[in-house]
């Protein structure tokens, strides 16, 4: 689910909520069948010479999992944030931030603009006892300052109907003005298990199951040999390194990129890089098969093929 | 000797081609012959007068300018102000006068490599000075590279009653942050 608002001065924009359900197909997550709700306070703080005033005020609410964007637009700077969360095993949140920047550097002798862009991947574990701290600006010592202040909270959701418990909502009760700020909140799948099987003449040799987290580094998916493999691929197995990003809501349960690079694991060694780069799209509940080809050849003459399947985690 | 033998030698006894006899024989005779000594007389004059006439060194400045432009490139002897012509015209006035009077009336004519030459050269100044004044004025440097000006907005300016703020007071060209940082230090300001 989504939910989508600008913070404007317009009356319009700021009561409307835009939700939007992919289908109603994912199953609320583990934490959400306790009842709770996750529910973010975001404030934008003007800061000029010591004097705090706060521009904006806003929350996002939702189930645990809730994702939500705050862009910033100005006359020569543009930010797009985006926040991923998720309830981890220590009872705090595991947030990866991106931010993306864009300044106008100024303009070309022929007049066209020139842009400095950036964007960077932040994570973090957070406490409920903790904040999150955004400086648009960075954090240079100058006496003018611009915050965005985000504070999560864990509140009860028992007391709202099932179909809202699962439905973001955004509140604001300051807005910004010239619409400054805008806010867009979402409730997308985040854990995704993925198996991955090594298959030699079609046989498969080695297999290897994980969940990964969307948007979260690069993470080791060691494929373990079976009593088919060869010994060439049992003394030496193969381990994906593998990310996953970019989930898009697509009918009917969506579908997510996925990179990764295949490293053969080497008995006193650093492991050695099979493949480096490789990328692809997938479908829940579909396979995605790569030809090893002539890139990895444990055997003189063998056929080598690797084999994804992707599905939603369980509680997703 | 007689006259008639006399005056068909006469122009050799003149130019003295005749030999030594013929010589003697002829002067024995103008001696004794008045009429052949008048003859030979005006011959000698009118020799003498033409030979005036052809030993002239300077030739009418018509003339010279005449010859002089049959073997002269056409582009030299039109542009009318040559040297050679000038000196022509300063021996006779009349074609001086007549020269310069015409002056304006004459055929410009060039080559074709210097009339391409004059061409690029007016071409090039044309340029330089229309881009003095067609190009855009050079705003301050931002980030000290050459050619870049200063920034003036991002996007279309807003419509209506919506505008786009200014932030460019916080605007220090830092890197955007994320800090974590402990609730109970975030102030409760309103």
């Known amino acids: 689910m989504t939910a989508s608002r600008k913070v404007s001065s317009k009356g319009a924009l700021w009561l409307s909520v835009l939700a939007l359900a992919f289908g109603g197909s994912f199953k609320p997550s583990i934490a ?5 709700r996750i529910k973010f306070q975001i404030r934008m703080i003007e800061e000029i010479s010591g004097q705090r005033k706060v521009l904006s005020e806003a929350s996002v609410e939702g189930p645990l999992g809730t994702d939500f964007n705050i862009g910033l637009q100005s006359l020569h700077f543009k930010l797009d944030s985006r926040f991923r969360t998720d309830l981890n095993a220590a009872g705090g949140l595991t947030v990866r931030a991106t931010l993306n920047t864009r300044r106008l550097y100024g303009y070309s002798e022929r007049g066209l603009p020139l842009y400095e862009e950036d964007s960077q991947r932040i994570p973090l574990q957070l406490g409920f006892d903790e904040s999150i701290l955004m400086l648009p600006f960075g954090q240079d010592e100058g006496p003018d300052k611009l915050k965005i202040e985000i504070t999560p909270a864990l509140v009860d959701g028992n007391n709202l109907s099932p ?5 973001p909502q955004i509140n604001i009760s300051k807005p910004a003005p010239d619409g400054l700020i805008s806010i867009q909140a979402f409730k997308i799948p985040h854990r995704f298990e993925v198996e991955a099987i090594l298959l030699e003449e079609g046989r498969e040799v080695a297999r290897g199951r994980s969940v990964f987290l969307l948007d979260d580094e690069q993470k080791d998916l060691p494929l373990r040999p079976n009593e088919l493999a060869s010994q060439a691929v049992a003394e030496e197995p193969l381990i994906v390194k ?3 990003d970019n989930y898009a809501p697509v009918q009917p349960v969506g579908q997510v990129n996925i990179g990764f690079d295949v490293l053969r694991a080497r008995a006193l060694a650093q492991p050695e890089a099979v493949a480096v780069g490789w990328a692809g799209t997938g479908l829940p509940g579909r396979e995605l098969n ?9 055997r003189d003459g063998g056929n080598y093929h690797l084999r994804f399947k992707i599905r939603l985690a369980d509680g997703e | 000797m007689d006259c008639k033998e006399f005056r068909e030698v006469l122009d050799l006894f003149i130019d003295q081609e005749l030999s030594a006899d013929g010589m003697s024989v002829a002067e024995q005779h103008l001696l004794e012959c008045n009429p052949c000594g008048r003859v030979e007389r005006e011959l000698r004059r009118v020799r003498v007068a033409l030979k005036d006439v052809v030993n002239r060194h300077e030739p009418p400045a018509h003339l010279v300018r005449r010859i002089r432009s049959q073997f002269q490139p ?14 022509a015209d300063s021996m006779d006035d009349r074609f001086q006068s007549r020269s310069l009077s015409l002056l304006w009336r004459r055929k410009l004519s060039l080559p074709v490599p210097i009339f391409g030459a004059l061409l690029v050269l007016i071409v090039v100044i044309v340029v330089i000075a229309s881009w003095g004044v067609f190009r ?3 705003a301050p440097v931002a980030g000290g590279e050459v050619g870049v000006r200063q920034p003036t907005r991002m996007s279309k300016p807003a419509t209506g009653n919506q505008r786009e ?5 916080f605007d220090r060209g830092d890197r955007a942050a994320i800090l974590k940082l402990r609730t109970e230090e975030v102030p409760r300001d309103r």
């Open chain 1, 163 to 167: 179909e809202m418990a699962q439905t």
């Open chain 2, 74 to 87: 056409n582009w030299r002897g039109t542009l009318g102000v040559s040297s050679a012509s000038l000196a």
């Open chain 2, 165 to 169: 703020a200014d932030l460019s007071r």
């Open chain 1, 290 to 298: 790569y030809d090893l080809g002539q890139i990895y050849q444990p």
């Open chain 1, 32 to 36: 959400s069948d306790k009842g709770n």
């Open chain 1, 242 to 244: 593998l990310g996953m």
């Open chain 2, 136 to 138: 855009r004025p050079k």
